[in-house]
């Protein structure tokens, strides 16, 4: 059988009406949080946007795509930007952790029609080796 | 990988470049990445980046929003359960932080936990 780990030692033990006393004091500020994060929230909604003006064209298994094509039937597009240089062996771990929380089914979600389609763009440079800065 | 978004290439374009998440080597040399909106140097020549874009009814695209670095913690949702419990995300002793994540198909099978990597890998996640 495993043994846990140890724990922190010597951290405050008190009795439960004190423990619930901690807490609710502490949900003051929890509440202030979430609070604060739905203002953000309201208030990213409502920052500028800048037009695109280039034509993104991008490969995918299937050929081109355009920027517009990724869009599918969606008015709203996220794209995460997945490192992955071509002369990289493989792509980035935190990448990797990141993509593994995309609520994928969000696509199919009723609301979907007018909300996200998330698309992480792969990044490889090949041809982009003598770009300079 | 039971991934089910789509992937594209930015390979022959210079879209992660014009939002800021690809970078030459000379920038990574020179330290004028401007990650994060001019606002940090970045030491590899990718970096993570969300992008969001509306398209209107005339076909019209605008970029709406970026974010980088731990501005996109908040799509990490382990982090926010493991910051409910006593030890949090416990990366204090890791260097880089992300040591201990892997490849969608590389963490053990068993429920020990990982051995951090010392390969350093492409995660600078102290980038704030």
Known sequence: MATAPAVTPNHKVVSHSDWLAARKEFLAKEKELTRMRDEIARQRQQLPWEKVEKNYVFDSPSGQVTLADLFGDKSQLIIYHFMFAPDWAEGCRGCSFVSDHVAARCRTSPRATSRTSPFPALRSRSSKSSKSG | ?128
């Open chain 2, 1 to 128: 990988m039971s991934w089910n978004f789509a992937w594209v290439s930015s390979n022959s374009t210079d879209f992660n470049y014009d939002y800021n998440v690809s970078f030459t080597k000379d920038q990574v040399d020179n330290g004028t990445t401007g990650y994060n909106f001019g606002t940090q140097r970045f030491p590899e020549v990718e970096g993570p980046g969300a992008s969001c874009f509306i398209k209107d009814e005339a076909g019209n695209i605008y970029h709406t929003y970026s974010s980088f670095g731990r501005g996109l913690d908040t799509m990490i949702n382990a982090y926010n359960w493991l910051d409910i419990v006593p030890k949090g995300r416990d990366e204090a002793n890791l260097m880089p932080p992300m040591a201990w994540v892997r490849h969608h198909d590389k963490y053990p099978q068993s429920t020990q936990q990982a051995t951090p990597t010392k390969d350093p890998g492409c995660c600078h996640h102290e980038i704030q």
